[in-house]
């Protein structure tokens, strides 16, 4: 008996990896630094201890899209919900990507956009970004107009670079997609902590997909919560490909209770883009580049040591941040998720002493 053949394209893919270390502060997979407030855990225990288990979770899953249509100031019939935004933008594929059709990403950027895309059967067209990370219109006008791609893929804030994207270069881009007929996504996981969303922009008559998250500013990357806003006739498609019942009856209370919280939320939101502004302020001041930020973590480039060994003198210190200092058109290159101000400080302090010690 031989093992089944798996997809011809699946047998090559490289599966997507996050590794985590045993260290003491851990800034290295953009998750918030603190637990949502105590009061939303309580009531959530208290909440899940009253659900009918034997039965069913609502399929529609229309309380919670309601509260989240409230909050984001759209229509309910414009929200789509399911487990993390990776499962949004994995059905987003399912329904408008698939076997004879192309996803346009622009890298370097979140490497499940064209990930999710191969394994949906799309294939996918890379375009390249300027050398500071910044679009070039241009080139998005030659790759959308040559493959006339079904998907467009931004991100803004981008990861892992934490540029974000203006108004003008949206509308321009949404534009040209489309021309060819094709759906924008932009990807706005860490849109809170940006100072501008492309959600401005959606209407019932515009290709466009934003897809947010409750990993980050909500505090619950635990609970693998994510949405997108979008036309309703657009949803409407999203929820015949979708799974039945997919979002479980705890999910969806949690996702509910939290929106309890704006208040709190938007609090630690500030507080981060503060320390954005205290830590990248101190690391001007050390011999690294970096690039402005518009999300909860930042690049940056050691100029002169290799970013592998920063990364592993980090380690030492027990401080994980994410080693991309290998990945196409990184070379070098670390993010630093921002964590509290302690661990923050502790970085800074760790990073100074490191690029201070002569290499042997
Ligand atoms: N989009 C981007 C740009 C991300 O960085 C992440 C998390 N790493 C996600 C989407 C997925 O987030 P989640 O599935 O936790 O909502």
Known sequence: MSRPKVRDDVAMMEGYHSPQLDVSIRLNTNEAPQPPPPEFTRRLAEAIGSI???????????????RIAEVEGVEADQVFAAN?????????LLTYGGPGRTALTFEPTYALHSHL??????AVVEGERTDEFELDLDVVETLIARHRPAVTFLCSPNNPTG????????????????????????????????????KELLSEDRNLVVTRTYSKTWSMAAARLGYALAPS?????????????HLDASK??????????????????????EERGRVQSA??????DQWESGANFILFRPRHRSGAQVWQDLV?????????????RLDDCLRLTLGTAEENTAFLDALAEILETPTP
């Open 52 to 66: 009918e288990w034997h039965r069913y979770p609502s399929r529609s899953a229309s309380a919670l899209r309601a």
């Open 84 to 92: 993390g935004s990776n499962e949004v933008l994995q059905t987003v």
């Open 117 to 122: 895309s191969r394994i949906a059967g799309t």
């Open 163 to 198: 540029r974000f994207e203006s108004e003008a270069t949206i509308r321009r881009v949404l534009e040209l997609v489309e021309a060819v007929d094709g759906l924008l996504i932009v990807d706005e996981a860490y849109g809170q902590f940006a100072p501008w969303s492309a």
């Open 233 to 245: 006739w657009l949803v409407a498609e999203l929820d015949k490909v979708v799974l039945p019942y």
């Open 252 to 273: 969806q209370i949690a996702g509910l209770l939290a929106l309890d919280y704006l208040d709190d939320m938007s609090a630690r939101v500030a507080a981060l883009v």
């Open 283 to 288: 690391l001007a001041d050390l011999d690294v």
């Open 316 to 328: 030492d210190r027990s401080i994980l941040v994410r080693n991309c200092a290998s990945w196409p």
